[in-house]
Every structure is written in C-alpha cells, then in structure tokens.
C-alpha cells in the first residue's frame, strides 16, 4: 500500500538559514509527488509537484524538491528561510492510476528571527 | 480563476444534531475530494466524487457521506455528530483524470465545533 513518511514532526530554524524537510514515499512505481503548505487556519497550498523528467524540480516562493529513486525521497529544500515560512508543510503521494491522493503527518516549522 | 470555495467558514453545533458542508470546486475541475483534519489525526481521507460519483472512500462511520451535483458542486453531510467530529474539514478538486498530473487544489476550510 502507498504510503508517506514524514520523520520530522517540529523543525525549528533561524531566519536566512538552509533548510530542508524530509519526506519518504513507500509506492511500487514512480509516483506523483507534492508538497503542500498550510497556513494557521487556512487549507493545503500546493509549493510543488513532481511527475517525470528532471529529478530537481523548482517550486513557489523559492522552493525546490529532489526526487531520488533509490532512496524513496522526495525532500524539500529552501537555501534561505524567510519569517513568512513559518506553516505546517505536507508531502503527498498520488498513484499513477487513480486519484487517491495519500498525504504524511506534516512537519511544523517555526522560524526564529 | 476562482479557486475552491467552502461554506461555512466556521461552525458550531451541537452533539447529536447533523451538518451539512458547502464546496464550489475550481471550474472545470470535475473530481471532489473531503478530508477531515485534526491536531491529532492530521489529514483524514473521506471520500472522492467524480461526475457526480463516488469514486474512492475513506475509513470513516456511515454518518458521513457526501454527494456531487452536475455542476461538480458538492456537499458533505454529518449526522448525529459527536464530540470527536469537531475539526477542519477541508475540500480539493482537480481534474481527476485516471492518469494524469492534477494536483488537489484545496479550500480554506470549513471549522466544525462540535458541543
């Protein structure tokens, strides 16, 4: 069965550091892969989506992900956090046959002045 | 375009009585997705409609159910709810095609208080 691993449940990070969140993915194929973004209050914000072709894909507000095959990964980075960044952050798989979507429990990010 | 619009922002009710939530999908989109969200569930799947069919359900009790009207329209409904039903309850569309890059564009939500 697919299914999404996010290890980190809290991640804490000084503003302008690198940062990056970690997803693994368990999935018989190559999957469809995204990353969310949720605000307090507010719904899912889609940063970026991975489907073929190149493995580092670019995403919104200077974002980026790198699928890696053989480590079952798909893990977001940002070279430099901004205060703004401060959400809940969601990785999501979706088969490639079908439209079940199969999302982690999310990493939390505080960002420290 | 407009994105994914969901009545009520915010609700409350009362144990026992039973609810019905809103969502106006993206135009075009002709899958709807529900999830329930939760501080300690995180995001639990209920159910998918796609042309006004219930394609792929979630583990959830029969006292939720949904449907999807021609419009792609689509509602979901809670009866007899109960204290752990409280929660943001957050719609998707996409174009839901079998095969096929569309990601789930989601709502703001709709936040259900259960007393």
């Known amino acids: 069965a697919q299914s999404v691993t996010q290890p980190d449940i809290h991640i804490t990070v000084s503003e302008g550091a690198s940062l990056e969140l970690r997803c693994n993915y368990s999935y018989g194929a190559t999957p469809y892969l995204f990353w969310y973004v949720q605000s307090p209050g507010q719904g899912l914000q889609l940063l970026l989506k991975y489907f073929s072709g190149d493995t580092l894909v670019q995403g919104i507000k200077g974002f980026e992900a790198e699928f890696k095959r053989s480590q079952s990964s798909f893990n977001l980075r940002k070279p430099s956090v901004h205060w703004s960044d401060a959400a809940e952050y969601f990785c999501?798989?979706?088969?490639?046959?079908?439209?079940?979507?199969?999302f982690g429990t999310g990493t939390s990010l505080t960002v420290i002045p | 375009k407009a994105g994914v619009t969901q009545t009520p922002r915010y609700l409350i009710k009362t144990r026992g009585q039973q609810v019905t939530l809103s969502c106006s999908p993206i135009s075009g989109h002709r899958s709807v997705s529900w999830y329930q969200q939760t501080p300690g569930q995180g995001l639990q799947f209920l159910f998918e409609?796609?042309?006004?069919?219930?394609?792929n359900k979630g583990n959830f009790p029969g006292r939720f159910s949904g449907r999807q009207f021609s419009n792609s329209r689509s509602e979901m409904n809670v009866s007899t709810l109960e204290l752990g039903d409280s929660a943001l309850y957050l719609c998707a569309s996409s174009l839901g095609g079998q095969r096929g890059n569309s990601p789930l564009h989601f709502g703001n939500g709709t936040r259900l208080t259960v007393t």
């Open positions: 409609y796609f042309s006004e069919t219930q394609r």
């Open positions: 999501a798989v979706r088969s490639n046959t079908g439209n079940q979507f199969y």
